[in-house]
């Protein structure tokens, strides 16, 4: 019996190695059997549920400036994770904590490398909206590396108990699995100030009851990832000026919209930090033309 037949659909649908280190025109041949064996280390560890490796994460992002810093990980804070992440097999151990900690920086640095001249051409923001900010990751993140630590940050997020996540799908109003908390907790610890947390369950989970306007709303695999972007751009646009931004994630599976084609916007790819060598899209959008620079 060929032995393939005893693996996982995930794992047999992986190019074999033969590929990778037998065609000797295939350009740097050890790099890509390294990536080929990270990429099944990853997916053997998340099929027996075990604890992810520091090897996973990109090491182009993980030797990068830390600027978000995770606290221990306590079976509190493990369950919150879980419940946004439910990829990745944490325990309550200094290795889960790196893990996490070079993950959500890393994936930050990923973000804001493609984000820098959107963010070098909006200047200095009056105010800020976080859509589905997690843990905080990217409020931490954009008030140290940009200087940002007196800018009003608003966080729209609510207390959940399950994850309901689509895939570019639907929307719906109790899909919040967050925890309000823990994010204050992972802000505190990270000192960052001059923030609000709005509760969504408090403002029937729309986001034109939030008190805009804002010059930067972004929504990192959230709006735009696992909710289609089209179900919120009324809502969005109502908080923006015409010289806003704003940046979403978009899952592979979004094949574009009516609504956005209407809008001022460009098309970037960012680098992510895990699984290591993976690339996802973001769209930046505006109100006008102008709010945009000449890239992407």
Same mark, same amino acid.
């Given at each position: 019996?060929?032995?393939?037949?005893?693996?996982?659909?995930?794992?047999?649908?992986?190019?074999?190695?033969?590929?990778?280190?037998?065609?000797?025109?295939?350009?740097?041949?050890?790099?890509?059997?390294?990536?080929?064996?990270?990429?099944?280390?990853?997916?053997?560890?998340?099929? *027996?549920?075990?604890?992810?490796?520091?090897?996973?994460?990109?090491?182009? $992002? +993980?030797?990068?400036?830390? %600027?978000?810093? &995770? !606290?221990?990980?306590?079976?509190?804070?493990?369950?919150?994770?879980?419940?946004?992440?439910?990829?990745?097999?944490?325990?309550?151990?200094?290795?889960?904590?790196?893990?996490?900690? *070079?993950?959500?920086?890393?994936?930050?640095?990923?973000?804001?490398?493609? $984000? +820098?001249?959107?963010?070098? %051409?909006?200047? &200095? !923001?009056?105010?800020?909206?976080?859509?589905?900010?997690?843990?905080?990751?990217?409020?931490?993140?954009?008030?140290?590396?940009?200087?940002?630590?007196?800018?009003?940050?608003?966080?729209?997020?609510?207390?959940?108990?399950?994850?309901?996540?689509?895939?570019a799908g639907p929307r719906f109003d109790d899909s919040f699995c967050g925890s309000l908390d823990l994010l204050g907790?992972?802000?505190?610890?990270?000192?960052?100030?001059?923030?609000?947390?709005?509760?969504?369950?408090?403002?029937?989970?729309?986001?034109?009851?939030?008190?805009?306007?804002?010059?930067?709303?972004?929504?990192?695999?959230?709006?735009?990832?696992?909710?289609?972007?089209?179900?919120?751009?009324?809502?969005i646009l109502s908080l923006m000026t015409d010289t806003s931004i704003g940046a979403f994630t978009l899952h592979p599976?979004?094949?574009?919209?009516?609504?956005?084609?209407?809008?001022?916007?460009?098309?970037?790819?960012?680098?992510?930090?895990?699984?290591?060598?993976?690339?996802?899209?973001?769209?930046?959008?505006?109100?006008?033309?102008?709010?945009?620079?000449?890239?992407?």
């Amino acid at each position: 019996m060929d032995a393939g037949q005893h693996l996982p659909n995930s794992l047999r649908q992986l190019p074999p190695a033969s590929r990778l280190v037998g065609d000797p025109t295939a350009p740097d041949r050890e790099a890509l059997l390294n990536s080929y064996l990270s990429h099944l280390g990853t997916k053997i560890r998340k099929k *027996l549920r075990m604890e992810p490796s520091l090897s996973e994460i990109d090491p182009y $992002l +993980a030797a990068k400036t830390l %600027h978000f810093q &995770a !606290p221990q990980i306590t079976p509190e804070l493990l369950g919150a994770i879980k419940l946004i992440s439910p990829q990745f097999h944490l325990q309550c151990t200094e290795r889960s904590r790196k893990f996490w900690e *070079l993950n959500q920086n890393g994936l930050c640095w990923g973000e804001y490398e493609a $984000l +820098a001249p959107f963010l070098s %051409h909006l200047g &200095a !923001p009056a105010k800020v909206l976080d859509i589905g900010p997690g843990m905080g990751r990217s409020t931490v993140f954009f008030k140290s590396i940009m200087d940002w630590q007196d800018t009003p940050f608003h966080l729209y997020e609510s207390t959940g108990e399950t994850t309901k996540y689509t895939k570019a799908g639907p929307r719906f109003d109790d899909s919040f699995c967050g925890s309000l908390d823990l994010l204050g907790t992972v802000l505190a610890h990270n000192q960052t100030r001059a923030f609000e947390i709005f509760d969504a369950s408090d403002l029937d989970a729309k986001l034109s009851r939030l008190p805009g306007p804002y010059d930067f709303i972004y929504s990192f695999f959230a709006v735009g990832w696992h909710w289609s972007i089209e179900h919120f751009l009324d809502e969005i646009l109502s908080l923006m000026t015409d010289t806003s931004i704003g940046a979403f994630t978009l899952h592979p599976r979004y094949r574009g919209s009516a609504e956005l084609d209407r809008l001022p916007h460009r098309m970037v790819t960012f680098r992510r930090s895990w699984p290591r060598e993976r690339w996802s899209n973001m769209v930046v959008l505006a109100k006008t033309e102008d709010a945009l620079p000449k890239v992407g």
